[in-house]
């Protein structure tokens, strides 16, 4: 069974950069869609964006000017970063697997881990 | 953008009787081509991330009790728990995997009476 743990700072300074880490166990990365996606405390999700493990991207527009999706096929991770912060990036980040298509839903998901942007 | 909108945001039902969600879309969501539409449910309890229930707005997960049903085409989808079982207590969410931005329904809390 495939197992998804994100990792990285859970504090970040008003306008640094958000990085993150998804590591990806019982399973290869290879052949699948990963995505990142979030939720501010107390609220709804919102979907950040997509990688396929080749490289190719995909991102919600809300964030597109900020955000890069990364992956490492040898390592078996992909990775986050959101430039800018603001309190407005405060929440739970999720990241998960998709299928071998991107039109897909959201079969496997991490744990979540909660960052806050606080000076 | 589709805008995922979910009635009611929160509903109480008795042990044992009926739930029902539901989850309308600003725009369809069925692709005539394959004949499907890409919509799906999660569950997310306290502290955990969602759970995928349902995909292609009525296929249930493997493993998934059959309680939990979904039904709908178009724009217009149903997440119906047929007996609430205690352990059914959670948020639940519509999400539309048609086009990008992906993007979810506001929530459904469903709690005991």
């Known amino acids: 069974q495939v197992q998804l743990q994100e990792s990285g700072p859970g504090l970040v300074k008003p306008s640094e950069t958000l990085s993150l880490t998804c590591t990806v166990s019982?399973?290869?990365?290879?052949?699948?869609?990963w995505s990142w996606i979030r939720q501010p405390p107390g609220m709804g999700l919102e979907w950040i964006g997509y990688i396929y493990f080749s490289g190719s991207t995909n991102y919600n527009p809300s964030l597109k000017s900020r955000v890069t999706i990364s992956v490492d096929t040898s390592k078996n991770q992909f990775s986050l970063r959101l430039n800018s912060v603001t309190a407005a990036d405060t929440a739970v980040y999720f990241c998960?697997?998709?299928?071998?298509?991107?039109?897909?839903?959201?079969?496997?998901w991490g744990q979540g881990t909660l960052v806050t942007v606080s000076s | 953008d589709i805008v995922m909108t979910q009635s009611p945001d929160s509903l109480a039902v008795s042990l044992g009787e009926r739930a029902t969600v539901n989850c309308k879309s600003s725009?369809?969501?069925?692709?005539?081509?394959?004949?499907?539409?890409?919509l799906a449910w999660y569950q997310q309890k306290p502290g955990q991330p969602p759970k995928l229930l349902i995909s292609w707005a009525s296929t249930r997960e493997s493993g998934v009790p059959d309680r939990f049903s979904g039904s709908g085409s178009g724009t217009d989808f149903t997440l119906t728990i047929s007996s609430l079982q205690a352990e059914d207590v959670a948020v639940y969410y519509c999400q539309q995997y048609y086009s990008t931005p992906r993007t979810f329904g506001q929530g459904t809390k469903v709690e005991i009476k």
């Open positions: 019982g399973g290869s990365i290879n052949n699948y869609y």
């Open positions: 725009q369809s969501v069925f692709f005539s081509s394959n004949n499907k539409n890409f």
């Open positions: 998960a697997r998709l299928s071998y298509y991107d039109r897909s839903p959201f079969e496997h």
